[in-house]
T-cell receptor
């Protein structure tokens, strides 16, 4: 009964490649997010989608393109991977209720670019 | 969102209360205090949040000072599984939804 799942858990690839990370939530939430945690362990929001509509884009390079086919899925596609993209990427979701902003995080995808 | 200041690390003995402080002296009236934690290699986990009253749930208690410039997260009986990085976050309840994480406090619970 996984709430927020991500695939793959680990991803090792070479510079210049294009890769995707998938995220699915079975909580019925309207809002989904992507966060990046770098080697210094700082967690930063990248994107947020609400009902398949982009609501936050935190000045992320346009090599990163989120795609939400439906409100239960938010995938992250990365073009022309660079060494600096190596990080752990977390997907999260939350309900849209004004007073219930708890975010539920997935287990993370560790991306290593060589 | 207001900036928060937390100690880099703390430790406590298993079974004892863990009291994690957070300063947020520039907090504004419509900003809530949230606590999340991240156990090694896992995604962050919500713990508790509050506006101005003290809050308690099955995981922890949140004590917010009357002037709201600081707060304390209390884990009443810490276990080894509570070893984690604890993040104090202040944010408005608006449609941006985003959480801004600082560097947090690394709590080590000793056997």
């Amino acid at each position: 009964d996984t709430a927020v799942s991500q695939t793959p858990k680990y991803l090792v690839t070479q510079m210049g490649n294009d890769k995707s990370i998938k995220c699915e939530q079975n909580l019925g939430h309207d809002t989904m997010y992507w966060y990046k945690q770098d080697s210094k362990k700082f967690l930063k929001i990248m994107f947020s989608y609400n009902n398949k509509e982009l609501i936050i884009n935190e000045t992320v390079p346009n090599r990163f393109s989120p795609k939400s086919p439906d409100k239960a899925h938010l995938n992250l596609h990365i073009n022309s991977l660079e060494l600096g993209d190596s990080a752990v990427y977390f997907c999260a979701s939350s309900p849209r209720d004004l007073f219930d902003y708890e975010q539920y995080f997935g287990p993370g995808t560790r991306l290593t670019v060589t | 969102d207001a900036k928060t200041t937390q100690p880099t690390s703390m430790d406590c003995a298993e079974g004892r209360a863990a009291n994690l402080p957070c300063n947020h002296s520039t907090i504004s009236g419509n900003e809530y205090v949230y606590w999340y934690r991240q156990i090694h290699s896992q995604g962050p986990q919500y713990i508790i949040h509050g506006l101005k009253n003290n809050e308690t749930n099955e995981m922890a208690s949140l004590i917010i000072t009357e002037d709201r410039k600081s707060s304390t997260l209390i884990l009443p009986h810490a276990t080894l599984r509570d070893t984690a990085v604890y993040y104090c976050i202040v944010r408005v309840m608006d449609s941006s939804y985003k959480l801004i994480f600082g560097s947090g406090t690394r709590l080590l619970v000793r056997p």
